[in-house]
Nanobody, 124 residues
Framework: QVQLVESGGGLVQPGGSLRLSCAFSGFSFRGYTIGWFRQAPGKEREGVSCITNWDGSTRYADSVKGRFTISRDNAKNTVSLQMNSLKPEDTAVYYC?????????????????WGRGTQVTVSS
């Protein structure tokens, strides 16, 4: 059974940093992509970043380029999202999700497996 569990959310001031982690297990396929998505109150869920397990290829939404960095630890089955220079508009519930295959995509409908999310609040 595939499981994904997010951690690391919290309250941070504008300009601050947070590091989210996604621990996953139960994958039966060798190649996969882990993505981070977020959903702010009253808004649709959107893709933030993703990374493939095979070669570590990454993709970022324009809104987070240069501020967020995604990384993976294949030995520990974890993917992290380092978020710097946080803005109030980054406030959202952040979800990690998984899709089979090494595809750098942020199309939400392609991701089959989802975690329950972790809240990130950026406020002074």
């Amino acid at each position: 059974q595939v499981q994904l569990v997010e951690s690391g959310g919290g309250l941070v001031q504008p300009g601050g940093s947070l590091r989210l982690s996604c621990a996953f297990s139960g994958f039966s396929f060798r190649g996969y992509t882990i993505g981070w998505f977020r959903q702010a109150p009253g808004k649709e869920r959107e893709g933030v970043s993703c990374i493939t397990n095979w070669d570590g290829s990454t993709r970022y939404a324009d809104s987070v380029k240069g501020r967020f960095t995604i990384s993976r630890d294949n030995a520990k089955n974890t993917v992290s999202l380092q978020m710097n220079s946080l803005k109030p508009e980054d406030t959202a519930v952040y979800y990690c999700a998984a899709v089979g295959g090494n595809r750098v995509i942020l199309t939400m409908s392609e991701y089959r497996y989802w975690g329950r999310g972790t809240q990130v609040t950026v406020s002074s």
